[in-house]
């Protein structure tokens, strides 16, 4: 009698009554050239049915098979005994075999292919039978196969980086309902990037009795590294786009380049940030770096030309016209400051002539040390010449030598120096043809670069501007311009004043004469010329010389205009300024115009220069100062001509008062 009663299960239930199913491992052990099957454990006094998985091969040579079963014995002394029931469906058992007090036998007779349902029941020796145990369902196959483990948990894969096979992936966990081991079906294959399903392959331990199963894991394969080289990023400016170019480590890689962050290739000049990033699905990279488009360089096909200018004027008053170059654009010059010669400059040489005819030339000598004259320039017969090629800012020596026909060769002149000046300089080139450097640029400068080249610009003399005309003194007729003293005069330059013509010989009156200019610096400056006034007396002022004031009256005066008060000695009969007291003491007309006396400044002061007749017994002559008109001072009067007619000045040295307004008079007195 067993100790429990349990009521009986329903047929064809596949629960356990009181415990759950433990699956033994196949056993490797052949009894009578049957092979093992699965062995199911009967916990206390319930019998649990037995799971097959894989039915017994039939016998060779027959179509019926042997199927081994096993279970745990029942912990209860009541029990005596088991008994095999199996059936071809479900709950309905037809057959049963007492197998005794054992807790495995093998029972023949099974048809191949054919699904069979069991459960085992203990009993006691008095015939008491429990209940069913867990149905269990089997088909015996052919003679040779074996059993299919199941999978109940499969295992997982760790992350591998595209390239690595699926061997450098760890598979970890996992299980079966036999003991066994995973491995990748196929370890040697190299999956893409992502993450994707891989067969696994469950190996049994017991691989007589059981075979091989498989399952599938997520594996994750991240992108590879791949290296991007950048190449082409340096172009010149076209017109047409300039892209850069990539390489990749592994070659063959898609690249997406991107510009300044757009995918459109530069076409412009400048500097563009490049940015190159690999498009595959197996790797992943980038690299930068910058792609600069050099400006074009402009070709200039014709040079042009420039206007001659006048010394001292800067390069601005010089047109530029003609010129072409390969694009669009305009001339100028490059610096509009006061032309020079440049880098290289010029400097103009001049000397006398030495007047020996065995001289036939002259040779121009210089160098950077005085009296060391290291080159040397034959010039001819001539007296003047240009030499270029002296540096910008460099202090020179020079000499001239006189040579004759045989070679001879005379001493040094006496040494000059000289600098020449940089372009754009405050002081004043010389004058001549000195190349000057032109700028092109061009209309689009954000592409071409501006680029230089040179002219040939001509300085010509400058006129001077005489500003103030020289006085001229009188003199007697018969005598040359020559005779005749200039004083005064200004001009915008230094230089000084001269008759044109002074052998010419005037006649009697007043006239104008031409008077040159000559400027000091005649390298640069022309000579300018004007007229002066010049009064001829006649040899009549002799005779007159001692003549009283009244004899002079009645022969320049009628009864008539005598009569009318003309000939008095404050009269001014024509308005020039000086009464009849100061024509007779000048010796001049009382009745034609006398041009005023001028007074002139120089280095002895305030000077008023004046003619006189000599030995006039009627009148005293006196000159007066004066900075306010009110107060006057006493001021030397000499001779500076004794003669007939005598030339005197008046002198105010400026040594009081105020010098810089200053009045110088004439007084005539009757002794």
Known sequence: MLNVKLPKQPCGRRESISNRIENRAPSSVDFDGIPSTWKHRVFQAVLLAFVFFVTISGVKGGGLGRTRFSWDAVADPAVSGYKVHWGTQSG????????????????????????????????????????????VSFTVLPMGGTATPVITVAPTATAIIYGQTLASSTLSGGAATVPGSFAFTTPATVPAAGTASQS?????????????????????????AATVMLG?????????????????????????????????VPTNAGSHAVVATIVDANHSGSASGTLVIAQAMPLITTQPTATDIIYGQTLASSTLSGGAASVPGS??????????????????FSWEAVADPVV??????????????????????????????????????????????????????????????????????VVGTFSQSVTFTPAD???????????????????????????????IYGQTLASSTLS??????????AF???????????????????????????????????????????????????????????????????????????????????????????LEFTPPLTAAKNSNGLVLTFERPSGLPDVLYAAESSDDLIHWNSCLVEMVVDGPVQTMRAIDPLTSGNPARRFISLRFTQP
């Open 445 to 475: 400068t954000s592409n071409y670069q501006i680029v230089t080249t040179s002219v040939n610009v001509t300085v010509l003399k400058a006129t001077p501007v005489i500003t103030v005309a020289p006085t001229a003194t009188a003199i």
């Open 488 to 497: 005064g005069g200004a001009a915008s330059v230094p230089g000084s004043f």
């Open 331 to 348: 001339f100028g010059f490059a610096t509009t400051g006061t032309a020079s010669g440049g880098t290289l400059g010029g400097a103009r």
């Open 232 to 264: 082409n990023l340096a172009a010149i400016y076209d017109g047409t786009p300039k892209s850069a170019s990539a390489t990749t480590d592994p070659a063959g890689i898609t690249v997406n380049l991107t510009y300044d962050g757009v995918a459109t």
């Open 200 to 224: 696994v392959t469950f190996t049994p331990s017991d691989t007589l009795n059981y075979q091989a199963t498989t399952t599938s894991v997520s594996v994750m394969v991240t992108k590879a």
């Open 500 to 590: 044109t013509t002074p052998a010419t010989v005037p006649v009697v009156g007043t006239a104008a004469q031409s008077v040159t200019f000559t400027p000091t610096d005649t390298l640069n400056y022309m000579t300018a010329s004007t007229n002066v006034n010049v009064t001829v007396k006649s040899s009549t002022t002799q005779a007159i010389a001692l003549e009283l004031l009244e004899d002079w009256r009645v022969r320049c005066f009628s009864p008539e205009q005598t009569a009318a008060g003309q000939a008095a000695e404050d009269a001014d009969p024509d308005r020039d300024g000086l009464v009849n007291l100061a024509e007779y003491a000048l010796g001049t007309s009382p």
């Open 92 to 135: 309905v058992y037809n057959y049963s075999l007492d197998a005794g007090n054992v807790t495995e036998v093998i029972i023949s007779e099974f048809s191949e292919g054919v699904e069979y349902f069991s459960a085992v029941t203990a009993h006691s020796d008095t015939g008491e039978e429990s209940d069913y145990s867990t149905e």
């Open 360 to 429: 036939s030339g002259y040779k121009v000598h210089w160098g950077t040390q005085s009296g060391v004259y290291d080159h040397s320039f034959d010039a001819g017969n001539v007296t003047e010449v240009i030499i270029s090629g002296f540096s910008e800012g460099v202090e020179y020596f020079s000499a001239v030598t006189a040579y004759s026909n045989i070679g001879e060769e005379s001493d040094y002149s006496e040494e000059v120096s000289f600098t020449v000046l940089p372009a754009g300089g405050t002081t004043n080139p």
